[in-house]
């Protein structure tokens, strides 16, 4: 059995959906599909899940809604025509309005993306449709319930010999809609996977699999034929968004496979993405580069840090009482670097500031904001010699400014912190010095 997810790009448009049919029905073991919604057909053109977004917002601030409902319902009216199918779209749609102009919530106008598109999906390949929202479930905590979804859905899917599930969403204790982060039919489909004892998770994109660096950035780059779960977790989360990076835990347990594919290029073999990569040693070069902006790093140094009993506990105790969380933490004798994405510390850092002097009394404490951090990451590269000698002389070369360096605890990655301005920059010439 192959699980076949499906993004935004892959079912913008009937044109698009129908490679998706060609795939689907080109290999009998693909018994289950998991839609995401219809994507951007063109550069400036907006997804359905942001018009859904826009509907809902407009609702709760009672402004006029009209006008983003019918580029909602054209969307998928048009998909319908060209599809020549009969279903009566309308109807689902008028309901999905009704529901969000009386208070539906955000998490509800957001999965009707994923639903709508299933149902359509599911009409086409003259499979079954099952809604996410009976199968696939959250605590009360909004967290995704893994017990109770592998309680239901394996038995749910056994019912259907092949089967549409909408991704991105499920359903709360409560009954109400819940999703996943953005990206998040990637877990979805990974949950199919887990639940149905998948041979293979497929993973179709519009790119042929995962690259040595943002395709968007870096031209042309390499293709990485094969990654394994840790690398791929650490290159998505550091903003290879190919695949969202929560995707590998609900098949790293059963160790099924995921295969990343192109749906423009069904023939191309993509990325396999495994538990561990066997017969490969540690000479290997790098795996990937990855990165992403607006991230304030918070530099706390004082002289005998290294010796003072609690100093770290005292610095995590600043962040906890503004409910902060790091991305990251390097250290070094007498500094300590804290780097948070600036959404999140916007508000409150010279509250957090003032508590750090208090509490901690540091020599210093610096700020920048505005900075962005780029991974490099490969299996045991840190026990190559020069691998980072390459990496910081490249930078330097550019005129790149290195703000912070942490290369601590974890050896698959080296990061480094740059300014916004010099990301794109800073990615091509790590990739250049290294691939
Ligand atoms: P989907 O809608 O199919 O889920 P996404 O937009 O989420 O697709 O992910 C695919 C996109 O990820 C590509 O079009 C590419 O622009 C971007 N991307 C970022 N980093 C990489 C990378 N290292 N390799 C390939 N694609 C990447
Ligand atoms: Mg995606």
Redesign the pocket.
């Known amino acids: 059995v192959k699980v076949t997810k ?5 079912l913008a448009s009937a044109e698009q959906i129908l490679k998706m049919k060609k795939i689907v029905e080109a290999d009998e073991a693909r018994k289950f599909v998991v839609p ?1 919604a219809p ?1 951007k057909r063109f550069k400036d053109d907006v997804k359905v899940t942001d018009l859904l977004y826009s509907l809902h917002d407009a609702a709760s601030h009672f402004e006029e809604t009209e006008e983003i409902y019918r580029q909602i319902v054209r969307r998928y009216t048009d998909i319908r025509d060209e599809l020549g199918l009969s279903i009566k779209i309308e109807d689902y749609l008028e309901k999905v309005y009704e529901d969000i102009k009386t208070g539906a919530n955000e998490d509800y106008a957001a999965s009707r993306g994923e639903y709508l598109n299933g149902l359509l999906i599911a009409d086409l390949l003259g499979y079954d449709f099952i809604d996410a929202a009976d199968v696939i479930f959250f605590d009360e905590n909004g967290g995704y319930d893994a017990k109770k979804t592998l309680s239901i859905l394996p038995g749910a899917l056994k019912l259907h010999e092949r089967a549409v599930v909408p991704g991105f969403y499920g359903s709360l204790p409560n009954g109400k809609i819940r999703t996943f982060s953005r ?1 998040g ?2 877990i979805t489909g990974s949950i199919v996977a887990r639940a149905a004892n998948a041979d293979l998770y497929e ?5 042929s ?8 950035i870096v031209e042309d ?1 390499k293709k ?1 034929d094969v990654v394994t779960y840790r690398e791929l977790r650490e ?1 998505a989360y550091m ?5 969202h990076e929560d995707s590998i835990f609900p098949v790293l347990e059963a160790a099924i496979p995921i295969n990343v594919k192109n749906t423009n290029d069904p023939e191309n073999s993509g990325t396999m993405i495994i538990p561990a990569v066997e017969g490969r040693g540690e000479a290997d070069g790098i795996t ?3 990165g992403k902006k607006n991230f304030t790093v918070i530099t706390i140094e004082k002289d005998g840090m290294n010796t003072e009993i609690g100093f770290g506990r005292k610095v995590l105790t600043c962040l906890e009482k503004f409910g902060l969380s790091f991305e990251h933490m390097p250290t070094s004798i007498d500094t300590i670097s804290i780097v948070v994405a600036d959404v999140r510390i916007r508000h409150c850092i010279e509250e957090l500031i003032d508590e750090i002097h208090a509490v901690c009394q540091p020599d210093s404490v610096e700020v920048s904001s505005n900075m962005a951090i780029i991974a490099t990451v490969g299996r045991g590269m840190i026990r190559q010699v020069g691998v980072s000698a390459k990496l910081f002389a490249a930078l330097a070369d550019s005129h790149v400014n290195v703000r912070m360096i942490d290369q601590g605890s974890s050896e698959i990655n080296i990061i480094v912190g740059v300014e916004n301005d010099d990301f794109e920059k800073a990615v091509k010439a790590i990739y250049n010095a290294l691939v």
């Open positions: 499906f993004g935004g790009s892959s995401s994507g990206g039919s990637d993973n179709w994109t519009d790119v699999g995962f690259m040595m660096a943002d395709p968007r780059p990485i290159l903003g290879a968004t190919v695949l990937g580069i990855a």
